[in-house]
């Protein structure tokens, strides 16, 4: 079997804090896992007259998201900042 190249994978546990994923981090899958308190997940993105809404996560759900290949994720925001959330992404 022959792979094209290398895929970095990122890790963190979110504690209280607050990420924000940008195109400039080239991520296009997201996974997320709440682990105690209360944490969401939303985007900037509008479709037509419709804002984005914070969506919860539940505990020990995992969710993931992901994009096109050739488009990275944007402005996509995992708020933990009353909770403990996992987070993997590629």
């Known amino acids: 079997m022959s792979f094209a190249g290398k895929q970095a994978i990122f890790t963190r546990t979110l504690v209280n804090e607050t990420l924000t994923i940008n195109e400039n981090f080239g ?5 997320m896992k709440l682990l105690s308190g209360t944490a969401t997940y939303t985007s900037t993105k509008s479709l037509g007259g419709f804002v984005s809404q914070p969506i919860n996560l539940n505990i020990n759900e995992g969710v993931t998201v992901s994009s096109d290949t ?19 992404a590629r």
């Open 70 to 88: 050739s488009r990275y994720i944007d402005e996509f925001i995992i708020d933990a900042s009353a909770g403990t959330v996992e987070v993997i």
């Open 27 to 31: 991520v296009t899958v997201v996974a």
